[in-house]
């Protein structure tokens, strides 16, 4: 009953669309031709660079991208909605068993590396590092620290201000994880905003302020924030900036981004060319966006990887 | 007796410093987006794709988008909403359910438009398997304008004189005849105007399109309703969250072509208005 409804529904729409439709192509025939890809915000801007790229070179693929959070990308992705998702973090253990009662296998394919910065106000200039455990001992749930004097001793009894991005974010997830041991463990009285542009703006009008974002947005507003190095236990203190990140001294907030393909999705001629395009060209296009590229031999290996998969239709 | 009238020259200047107040700010604000979005602000603007380049991003899809949504919208929100209003102020009867019904509607109106977005995606999208398409975007938005359209056009229908009416039924009119021949062209400009009001606040809604599967990046302008779309304000957000300080100011200009946009709607609310009264049918 409830099928048949739908059937008649998309039939009448399919109708109205074609007569509609400005150009007399065969509607179905464009379904063909789509590339669609959702997920992350983080991954996006590479995304969009290289769908620009691709779709000067190959207009007649329509290649869309949206851009729904990793975690909503994934119920997109699950459902074979999409082809290809991007993503902030490995994909969960749930995730994966939705995919095998789905009967969806899927390709992981890391495209560059992402820090997240940890940031304080211009002037300030007491703080010259800080340990993990300092930051586990701020953020971890049920923190008591109020002022920047029960950090270290010998620092002022200014309060501290903490600044981070929303709980929906996947980088929120990952600092969690490196610094509290469990994603989304942390304490909740702090400012929150899912544009990173707001976070900037409350640490750099906010002497006592102490945030945390992707490494971009301080790269773009070094004028007006100071990065922290972070020391894990037995290291040395590492500032955040792409050479550490991309050589795996800025730890433990230095991490991969990926995206997920369909493997079905890879097997048509479309998604292959643009996938191939993507690892062929990353490199450049990663860079442009301010994201750290992986080595080129690794791009080339997953290029080659692509290239076994058979095409099918 | 001189004390009231000085009550009345405060009152007066209060009213008057407030209506100072909204009017500075709404220019500050113009004058700020103006600056900052001018510099970006061309004709390629507007016939280009989103960019990683600031210098050369457009907002093509964004606008072609919009434009497919406000024609779907109208032309499904329109009959529909017009329709309804003269049901319940003509024909329903004064009871309890038409009492209750008018309630729901003006209710409706007050619902955040996130959660039309919801519905949008568990009927339009999943049910209907209609997909993340145009025709999914702009029936949620339909959804979302219809009960400011159902109230105002009540609103207007109810102004019309009852005199109207009543000759001509002692012509010998049918009731069909004088809802559709009298009183609804009376009342159009009052329609009218609601539905343009309400499409212009469509035109800013960014939450529930994203639910129900609006995308951010594509290279083409959408060729019929089952394709996927972007939309102004999805663009705009994606260019404000940006790090980089360019993208803001191509979001600046972005936010420009919404408002001129916004602006040509009510200037052609106006001009309707002003034409239709003048020529009473």
New interface residues.
């Given amino acids: 009953m ?1 099928r048949s ?2 059937l008649k ?2 039939q009448i ?2 109708g ?3 007569g ?4 007399a ?1 065969s ?1 179905r025939a ?1 379904v063909q031709d ?1 590339v ?1 890809i ?1 997920g992350s ?1 983080t991954v ?2 590479i ?3 290289v ?2 790229e691709f ?1 000067r070179k190959s ?1 007649e693929v ?7 959070g990793t975690g909503g990308g994934f119920k ?1 992705f699950l459902q074979a ?1 999409t082809d290809i998702n991007n993503a902030s973090r490995k994909i969960k253990d749930s995730e994966k068993e939705k995919a095998k009662a789905a009967g969806i296998q899927y390709m992981e394919i890391p495209v560059a590396y992402d820090g997240i910065s940890v940031v304080i106000h211009r002037q300030n200039d007491w703080v010259d590092y800080l340990t993990v455990a300092e930051l586990h001992e701020i953020w971890k749930p049920g923190s008591k620290i109020t002022k920047w004097s029960q950090v270290r001793a010998g620092w002022p009894d200014l309060a501290i201000k903490l600044y981070g991005p929303g709980t929906h974010s996947g980088t929120f997830d990952y600092f969690t994880h490196a610094i509290n041991g469990k994603s989304q463990s942390s304490r909740a009285d702090f400012t929150k905003s ?4 707001i976070l ?1 703006r409350g640490v750099a009008g906010d002497r006592g302020a102490l945030g945390f974002f ?1 490494l ?2 301080y ?3 070094k004028k007006s924030l100071r990065a922290v190095p972070i020391q894990v236990p037995g290291g040395k203190p590492v500032a955040p900036a792409f050479e550490t990140v991309f050589d795996g001294s800025y730890k433990p907030l230095a991490r991969q981004i990926y995206m997920y393909v369909n493997i079905s999705a890879l097997q048509k001629a479309n998604v292959k060319k643009f996938i191939s395009f993507y690892l062929k060209n990353a490199r450049q ?1 990663v860079k ?3 994201y750290v590229p992986l080595a080129t031999e690794e791009y080339e290996r997953l290029w080659s990887q692509v290239q076994k998969q058979p095409v099918l239709n | 007796m001189k004390r009231r009238w000085c009550k009345d020259v405060l009152f007066r200047w209060v009213c008057g410093a407030v209506s100072m107040f909204a009017t500075a700010l709404l220019l500050v604000l113009l004058v700020h987006l103006c600056r900052q979005g001018w510099e970006y602000l061309d004709s390629s603007f507007l016939t280009q ?4 380049r600031p210098a050369q991003a457009g907002i093509k899809a964004g606008l072609w988008g919009t434009l497919w949504l406000l024609a779907l919208t109208a032309t499904m929100a329109f009959p529909l909403g017009v329709a309804t209003a003269l049901y319940l102020e003509e024909y329903a009867p004064q009871g309890r359910l038409t009492r209750l019904l008018e309630v729901n509607i003006a209710n409706l109106a007050g619902v955040p438009s996130i959660i039309y977005g919801l519905l949008g995606l568990a009927i339009f999208v999943r ?6 398409s145009l ?1 999914s975007g702009s029936m949620t938005l339909t959804l979302l304008i219809l009960p400011v359209i159902i109230v105002s056009a009540q609103g207007a229908i109810r102004s019309v004189p009852r005199s109207l009416r009543e000759a001509s039924y002692a012509l010998g009119a049918q009731p069909w005849h004088v809802n559709l021949l009298v009183v609804f062209p009376a009342a159009l400009p009052g329609i009218l105007t609601g539905v343009i009001l309400a499409l212009s606040r469509a035109i800013g809604e960014t939450a529930p399109l ?1 639910i129900v ?8 302008v959408p ?6 779309f972007t939309a102004l304000p999805l663009q705009i957000y ?1 260019w ?6 360019e993208f ?1 100011q191509v979001a600046a200009s972005g936010i420009l072509v919404l408002l001129s946009i916004l602006l040509m709607f009510n200037l052609t609310a106006v001009w309707i208005r002003h034409r239709l009264q003048r020529y009473p049918s």
């Fill in positions: 409830h409804i739908k529904v998309q729409l399919w109205v669309s074609l509609s439709s400005l150009c192509t509607a464009v789509r669609r959702d915000s996006y801007p995304t969009e660079a769908a620009e779709g207009p329509r290649v869309t991208v949206g851009v729904s997109k909605e899912e544009d990173d542009n900037v992707g971009s947005y790269v773009e507003n296009l442009d966006v301010g | 794709f989103a960019s990683r049910l209907l398997g209609l997909e993340r025709w994203v599967g609006a995308v951010g990046y594509m290279r083409f060729t019929s309703p089952s394709d996927d994606d404000a969250s940006r790090p980089q300080v803001h």
